[in-house]
């Protein structure tokens, strides 16, 4: 047998796997666990695994000849590319994860960990996590896994469109009896994301019940960066801040924020955008959001890192995370019918002075 045969062979029996398990959104005590979940094959969605996820279909039913194009990445994952004269960017359905992003003409802006698993059930680590709908740790049950249950599913493929310059990517997820099992309420989660002239992110929640539901979320986002030592983040500085390492609240330090140790703070009340200049790199990224008055910016430095299985010791030297979210006195509540965006927008302007 070809390896091309053997490899979808192994391809066709992973899947079948995860089609016939349950949704275990707790975490997996043994080295390699599955997300116990009918990926998306909900009653109204009957399309067969194969169908769902063979690449040559998806290629048939969304590809763009020369601008948006799906194959099978690591782990069986599917990957869909999408280039335009602004540049490239890679996702996968799994978690509607974005994971990397690179204008035109520049080195690429997210950070993706090279120890990073890409199996069903373990979050990808880096690029733009989906935390949804709860942030950090589950409120009552610490076993559940952090940042909810939106990472480690399979979301739908809605549509890939081009339109003008811009090429438009739409992903969805709905609740069904497997994901009430965890978080009891009617939902349609929607990731639009838009390759244009800036990379412009959008989650979308619709509460699509009868009853109110309150939720807590991220982007995620991990940016690539030449030497942490030698970046500056702007925008920050009027804010106060909860560091959670040390549980205090801090006033604000009235500049800009450079790291030196492990850092993982929620500035409250601010809608600001942050720079994040790069010396290494000559660069600046604008981080705008929508949809959020709270921001994390976060950094794991040594010790963390070493505790982290999917990250390598030394990558914190290599990223930077700065989340939109709508956390703590942020938290979002939904009454039935209504929907909330929370969005991020990036944007990089080369030729930064040192």
């Known amino acids: 047998m070809g390896v091309k045969c053997l490899q979808k062979l192994c391809f066709v029996l992973y899947a079948n796997t995860l089609c016939r398990s349950l949704v275990d959104l707790r975490p997996d005590p043994k080295p390699v666990g599955l997300v116990k979940h009918r990926l998306n094959l909900t009653p109204d969605n009957p ?39 602004h540049g490239t960017l890679e996702l996968t359905p799994y978690g509607g994860h974005i994971l990397s992003y690179q204008p035109a003409g520049q080195a690429p802006v997210l950070f993706l960990s090279r120890a990073s698993a890409y199996s069903a059930g ?27 249950f939106a990472r480690l599913l399979f979301w739908n493929v809605e549509s890939v469109n081009s339109r003008a310059d811009e090429t438009e990517v739409l992903l969805s997820l709905r609740d069904e009896v497997r994901t009430r099992q965890y978080w009891p309420h009617a939902f349609e989660l929607t990731l639009r994301v838009v390759l244009g002239v800036h990379l412009q992110i959008e989650l979308t929640t619709h509460n699509t019940g ?57 500035y409250e009340d601010t809608t600001a955008d942050c720079l994040i200049r790069d010396a290494g790199l000559k660069r600046e990224i ?27 010791d030394d990558e914190f030297h290599e990223m930077l ?11 979002v509540t939904l009454p039935p019918g209504h929907s909330h965006t929370l969005s991020q927008i990036l944007s990089v302007r080369s030729g930064l002075s040192t």
């Open 47 to 85: 399309r067969s695994i194969l169908e769902t996820f063979d690449s040559t279909h998806l290629n048939q039913r969304f590809g763009i000849p020369g601008q948006a194009t799906f194959r099978e990445g690591l782990g069986g994952l599917p990957i869909l590319t999408v280039t335009n004269s």
């Open 122 to 148: 373990k979050p990808i680590r880096g690029g733009i996590p989906v935390c949804w709908p709860w942030f950090g740790p589950h409120a009552d049950d610490p076993a559940m896994s952090a940042h909810g």
């Open 210 to 266: 009868s009853e109110p539901f309150a939720l807590s979320q991220a982007l995620h986002t991990y940016f690539a960066v030449a030497d942490i030592g030698r970046v500056t983040i702007a925008g920050l500085e009027p804010t106060p801040y909860v560091d959670t390492l040390t549980h205090s609240t801090e006033a604000p330090e009235g500049k800009s924020i450079s790291i030196h140790a492990e850092v993982d703070r929620v």
């Open 286 to 312: 604008r981080v705008a959001k929508r949809g959020s008055r709270s921001t994390v910016v976060w950094n794991p430095w040594i010790d963390k890192s070493k505790r982290m299985p999917d990250f390598g």
């Open 321 to 331: 995370c700065i989340e939109a979210t709508n956390i703590r006195g942020d938290v």
